[in-house]
Structure formats: structure tokens, C-alpha cells
């Protein structure tokens, strides 16, 4: 009975373990980009963009998937996107 219970435990413990999906980093850059572009698409102030703007810059530099280089070309695009 015991052997059934603990049996049963594991089927559940390995199928929950396949749920999880790991992405890729290029996958992960693209959704969190995209998901800045959706947000400051929704902002209509060009100072509350602005602010917006500079929080990206301070999350992004936190951020252990982009390198400098990288963030300043994503500064330049969002915000090329922003005041258009």
C-alpha cells in the first residue's frame, strides 16, 4: 500500500516537472522589449512616457540579459517608438 501511495507520488512529481519549459535568452529578450512596447504603446503623456522611459533604463541595466550595448540600442528603439 505504501509502495502504491509513494508510487503515485512520483508519477505526479515527474509530470509537474515536465510542465516547466525553459526559454531561451533571445525569447526572453524579445518578451520583456515587447512588453515594454506594449505599455508605453498604451501611455498617451509624453512626460509620463518619459518617466516610464528611464524606469526601463534602470530595470534593463539590473537586467543579467543585456550587456550595455545592448541597452542602449533598446533605449534608442523604444524610444524612437514612443514619440513617433
Known amino acids: ?6 508510487l503515485i507520488a512520483l508519477v505526479i512529481f515527474q509530470s509537474n516537472k515536465l510542465k516547466f519549459v525553459n526559454k531561451s535568452s533571445i525569447v ?14 498604451t501611455m498617451n503623456n509624453k512626460e509620463e ?16 540579459f543585456f550587456d550595455q550595448d545592448e541597452i542602449k540600442e533598446i533605449m534608442q528603439d523604444l524610444t524612437s517608438h514612443s514619440f513617433k
Open 49 to 64: 512616457k518619459i518617466v516610464y522611459l528611464k524606469i526601463i533604463n534602470q530595470e534593463l541595466s539590473r537586467n543579467i
Open 28 to 41: 526572453k529578450k524579445s518578451e520583456i522589449i515587447d512588453g515594454y512596447k506594449d505599455k508605453i504603446k
Open 1 to 6: 500500500m505504501i509502495f502504491i501511495v509513494i
